[in-house]
């Protein structure tokens, strides 16, 4: 007896075998990236709650699944700290970064968020900014406490080469470390949105000090890079100031979405609209230096 004929598969059982191996994969790799909790001991103290205590500077580290040397250390905006105290802060930090994970994860590059030191939270993790201020961001200090991330970074994690960005008010670490780091410990810095003018609002005031007079002049050589929306409607962050002085080392950002706080993380400040692009485009700065000078509309 001739044995019956196998039924043809569907078209749409196919496509359904076919969007479950790809789900499988994705999973797959998702569970690949590794998460952790970087602490370290400034080797300061403080008071808190009647006794004194170590200061301690945290960092949140996600490794892509395939091996990596590549670090990009965030500082976020306003506030600029982080308050971590768990993994479980991560997603409030991320901002107009989170679109861009999987192409910075993608592309081989470990993101790790940076907090200020426990000595430098404020009072909240919303803004305005109360602490964390241009005191510590232009100090020696600041710049060590970066270095021993650095080292816990590289020491158990393999991680070697290091690019720090700063947006909005992290770009006055940024920028600052572009200065106070050598070339040798650093293999570039980013920065989006850069802060050059006061607020009238006054609660920037001592961040900025002599800054704007010393970078990019002063920076320790390492590769640069700014990124600004041509219409950022922020009173703290022109266009033009930065066009001015970063010249080739700019992307321009066109286009986007305008609405709320013009300084806040719902607008053209902050790349709405255009996150993906901008992710999409320091990463490929990181991986060739090539400077795309125009992205968007």
């Known amino acids: 007896m001739n044995p019956l004929p196998r039924p043809a598969l569907k078209s749409n059982t196919v496509s359904?075998?076919?969007?479950?191996?790809?789900?499988?994969?994705?999973?797959?790799?998702?569970?690949?990236?590794?998460e952790a909790l970087i602490e370290v001991d400034t080797g300061r103290t403080m008071a808190a709650g009647g006794r004194t205590v170590p200061v301690l500077h945290r960092a949140i580290l996600t490794i892509p699944a395939a091996p990596t040397d590549?670090?990009?250390?965030?500082?976020?905006?306003?506030?600029?700290?982080?308050?971590?105290?768990?993994?479980?802060?991560?997603?409030?930090?991320?901002?107009?970064v989170e679109k861009g994970v999987p192409h910075i994860l993608q592309a081989g590059i470990a993101l790790v968020l940076m907090d200020c030191p426990t000595d430098q939270w404020g009072e909240t993790p919303k803004p305005p900014a109360t602490r964390c201020l241009n005191d510590y961001r232009e100090s020696?200090?600041?710049?060590d406490d970066v270095r021993r991330i650095m080292a816990r970074l590289r020491e158990r994690h393999g991680l070697s080469s290091f690019f720090i960005m700063g947006h909005s008010i992290g770009t006055i670490s940024s920028r600052r470390l572009a200065i106070n780091l050598d070339k040798e410990e650093i293999a570039g810095s980013i920065h989006s949105a850069a802060?050059?003018?006061?607020?009238?609002?006054?609660?920037?005031?001592?961040i900025l000090g002599n800054l704007s007079s010393e970078f990019p002049r002063k920076a320790a050589g390492a590769p640069l890079l700014h990124v600004h929306n041509e219409k950022d409607?922020?009173?703290?962050?022109?266009?033009?100031f930065v066009r001015d002085y970063?010249?080739?080392?700019?992307?321009?950002?066109?286009?986007?979405?305008?609405?709320?706080?013009?300084?806040?993380?719902?607008?053209?400040?902050?790349?709405?609209?255009?996150?993906?692009l901008v992710v999409k485009s320091i990463v490929s700065w990181i991986?060739?230096?090539k400077v795309?000078?125009?992205?968007?509309e």
């Open 140 to 143: 020696k200090q600041h710049a």
């Open 246 to 276: 970063a010249k080739d080392d700019l992307v321009t950002v066109r286009g986007g979405i305008a609405e709320g706080d013009p300084c806040g993380g719902g607008h053209l400040h902050s790349h709405q609209g255009r996150e993906e």
């Open 195 to 206: 802060i050059n003018v006061l607020r009238p609002r006054g609660h920037l005031l001592n």
């Open 233 to 240: 409607g922020c009173s703290s962050t022109p266009y033009e």
């Open 16 to 34: 359904g075998f076919f969007v479950f191996l790809l789900f499988l994969l994705a999973s797959q790799t998702l569970q690949a990236q590794t």
């Open 287 to 289: 991986k060739t230096k």
């Open 70 to 96: 590549t670090a990009l250390l965030y500082f976020r905006g306003n506030p600029g700290y982080m308050m971590i105290r768990s993994l479980q802060d991560k997603q409030r930090n991320l901002g107009w």
């Open 292 to 296: 795309d000078r125009l992205i968007g």
